[in-house]
């Protein structure tokens, strides 16, 4: 099975300052179609996970775009440009080239 | 507006069953593979089992497998999840998923004696 590792578990940043989450997986996430179905879910606390960006670095329509996504192969970033408020919460990579899916471990953004 | 609501959660004791409920409407329910996803409390979200969207195609995970069965209905829009011989380690909030874009509110499982 993939393996989805993601770092830091934990970040405390200014507001207006930028941040950066990195996730590695254990095998390469290129579909046989030639898709990398990684996917960046935001969970604000008390709330559902919220689809952020998708393959890799699409953006869901309504998310701001200081969330931007990039990588390739095994390892992926999500990046913010300028950390605002409502930013707070956990964040997951996920993959969805493999069976099973799997989710990072998740990394708890927090203001300093 | 897509919407997904989960219903069936609550307390059971260990070796009990439940069978949780998804409801989905806002989009045509039968083009669509579906999830359950749980996040146990305090911890990261775990997949527990997907479907295809005629039913062709059932996953579990290892966790689950043998004891929780998924299956839909197409024609009601309902996803559902029966939980069998539950354990302390299934207490979680179960979220039902359309792929990964559009998630429920989630419905809370304890399993306690």
């Known amino acids: 099975d993939v393996v989805m590792t993601q770092s830091p578990l934990s970040l405390p940043v200014t507001l207006g300052q930028p941040a950066s989450i990195s996730c590695r997986s254990s095998?390469?996430?290129?579909?046989?179609?030639?898709?990398?179905?990684l996917t960046w879910l935001q969970q604000r606390p008390g709330q559902s996970p919220r689809r952020l960006i998708y393959?890799?670095?699409k953006r869901d329509s309504g998310v701001p775009d200081r969330f931007s996504g990039s990588g390739s192969g095994t390892d992926f970033t999500l990046k913010i440009s300028r950390v605002e408020a409502e930013d707070v919460g956990v964040y997951y990579c996920?993959?969805?080239?493999?069976?099973?899916?799997?989710f990072g471990q998740g990394t708890k953004v927090e203001i300093k | 507006e897509v919407h997904l609501v989960e219903s069936g959660g609550g307390l059971v004791k260990p070796g009990g069953s439940l069978r949780l409920s998804c409801a989905a409407s806002g989009f045509t329910f039968r083009n669509y593979s579906m999830n359950w996803v749980r996040q146990a409390p305090g911890k990261g979200l775990e997949w527990v089992s997907s479907?295809?969207?005629?039913?062709?195609?059932?996953y579990y995970a290892d966790s689950v497998k043998g004891r929780f069965t998924i299956s839909r209905d197409n024609a009601k829009n309902s996803l559902y999840l029966q939980m069998n011989s539950l354990r302390a380690e299934d207490t979680a909030v179960y979220y039902c998923?359309?792929?990964?874009?559009?998630w429920g509110q989630g419905t809370l499982v304890t399993v306690s004696s």
């Open positions: 095998q390469n996430l290129v579909h046989r179609d030639g898709n990398t179905y």
């Open positions: 393959k890799v670095s």
């Open positions: 479907i295809s969207n005629s039913s062709s195609y059932i």
């Open positions: 998923a359309r792929t990964s874009d559009t």
């Open positions: 996920m993959q969805g080239t493999q069976w099973p899916p799997a």
